[in-house]
């Protein structure tokens, strides 16, 4: 009979699992210059979303937006001006079509900074196309901070 210690094989897949998984993760920063609209006027958002992608199913992250001047209009006041005004949200996205070249994929946020109350929502569709291993575009059309995003990314 054979003295075998199931033990370490055990720990030796487990490793293996946790760097296959390691592998199919990707971590990107995408920053961005979009067109939105607050109180009837345009405005010209800017921000980031740092995104941890695993398995090209899922993406979680945090998208950051600023807009130097945004107009609000509320049924008690005139128009009021807000300036330097920012929104964090938590982002999730999903990846239903992912290859080489590129991925679409559409997205939730909750987050601060709402011009109305003390929470803002966001709902996405977008893609990204590849340049390269570890750069690309991205844009996408929305509802919240910015209808649509146009920008750069960097894969890590």
């Given amino acids: 009979f054979k003295d075998y210690n199931t033990q370490e094989d055990l720990s030796s897949e487990n490793q ?3 760097f296959n998984l390691l592998k199919r993760m990707d971590f990107t920063i ?7 609209m607050t109180g009837g006027e345009f405005n ?5 979303l740092a995104e941890l992608k695993i398995k090209n199913l899922i993406g ?3 998208d950051y937006c600023y807009i130097g001047e945004a107009v609000y209009n509320s049924s008690f006041l005139n128009k009021t001006t807000i ?14 079509y992912s290859d080489e070249k590129g991925n679409f994929y559409c997205g939730f946020g909750i987050g601060n900074g709402s011009l109305r109350d003390d929470y803002s929502i966001r709902i996405c569709f ?8 570890q ?9 919240g901070s910015s209808a649509l995003r ?3 990314y960097v894969k890590l």
């Fill in 16 to 18: 293996n699992e946790d």
């Fill in 30 to 36: 995408n920053g961005w210059l979009g067109l939105g």
């Fill in 44 to 48: 010209y958002p800017v921000g980031f």
């Fill in 60 to 62: 979680l992250g945090i």
């Fill in 83 to 96: 300036y330097n005004w920012t929104r964090t949200h938590l982002r999730i996205n999903f990846y239903p």
């Fill in 126 to 133: 977008g893609g990204r196309y590849n340049i390269s291993e």
């Fill in 135 to 143: 750069f690309g575009f991205m844009c996408e059309a929305c509802i």
């Fill in 150 to 152: 146009a920008g750069v």
